[in-house]
């Protein structure tokens, strides 16, 4: 079968790596791995690779990135680390713009992402029900300030290790996957993709994500923007809950404008000491991967040296303290066209799983663009490899658009 049809092997592998994604992200590597050596040997054969619409984008983060790990303080771990993270984030979306070309295996595609968000939430609430070993979760890991927030004990992380992390994840799926429920014209389907959008709406609501919240309201107003504008009355349900509903999602989402969190406050003093990192390294950066490794030349707030830092909980800090600030632009330039080429599949395209492929992807990286003022979810491998295929996944419906 792989000799005669090495796409259609390639394929199922995708769709198997794209699945186990946000489920385990070492046991992902299982069939991307496989899948790319068929891709070489497909390759040697004569068979054509397609890198995509944003290609000068990405090789412009890759040289600066490659530049950043020679600088680096541990050039080793660095390569190591860039490797089997960039290297294969880019090699998943390589297969999945070669590979994934027919509408059939576009749908297929889709169904991979909802099967493997459909485990995650079901593997979460299983998990939320168990309450002691979700307080002891949160008191091993020091998720909540139990001083202002004696009361929650439980947030969800599912296979993702962390609850901010599976927010960040939950954002992304309900970004993709509203604009196909709002487009479905089968009844069955409809009802199934609705059901799943209120799980994981509910799951992202018990991980008590603040940022993934506000995230989410932008979600919502982009898509009045671009589908409908009653959207927009959803918004005035908010302040009668906040009004008469005192349980623990209320008060951490009003502790934002407290100033008295300490996750706010640590956040603070992490962006100052990576904008000294900025300034020292502005071209190289100190290294991609290595962020952990040079904090503690920087730390002037935590006094516990045996806490590791292994981001600035932003995103746009973060990649410039890494990769210097020509490699953040470049990969912002990344981010961000697929931003844009969802949002132009959505306005021009003819077909309507297109449009909706175009909008869902927007939604996600808006809502990725918005979680990464305070938070840098795609240091996660598991988040950006389900980032980037679904990044891919527009970027292939896209060239089926130009192809007619």
Known sequence: ?????????????????????????????????????????????????????????????????????????????????WIFLPCMYAALYLLIVSYIRTGASQRHLLDAFLAGAACAAAYGIFQFADVQNMANAIADHEWVDPERFPLLYRRMYSTLENPNLFAGYLLMMIGLFLPFALTETRRKRKAGLWAGLVVLTLCLLLTYSRGSWISLAVMAALLGLFYDRRIWLLFLAVPPVLLFYHGQITERFLSLFSGEDTSILLRIALWDSTEAMIADHPLTGIGWGVYFKAYPLYNYFITDPTVVIYHAHNMYLSLMAEVGIPG?????????????????????????????????????????????IGDYVLFSRAVSFCFWSICAFAAVCGQEEQNG
Request: glycine content about 12%.
């Open 1 to 81: 079968m792989v000799g005669r049809d090495p796409g259609k092997s390639i394929r199922i592998l995708v769709y198997a790596t794209v699945f186990l994604a946000p489920l385990n992200a070492f046991l992902l590597y299982v069939p991307l791995l496989p899948a790319l050596v068929l891709a070489c040997v497909d390759r040697a054969r004569g068979g054509s690779w397609n890198a995509g619409p944003m290609k000068k984008w990405a090789a412009g983060f890759f040289a600066c990135s490659a530049v950043s790990v020679a600088c680096a303080v541990d050039p080793a771990f660095s390569l190591f680390n």
């Open 328 to 372: 953040a632009l470049c990969w912002l330039g990344l981010f961000f066209g697929h931003l844009l080429l969802g949002v132009r599949l959505w306005r021009r395209s003819r077909s309507g799983f297109r449009r909706a492929a175009g909008l869902g992807t927007a939604l996600a990286a808006a809502g990725m663009a918005v979680y990464g």
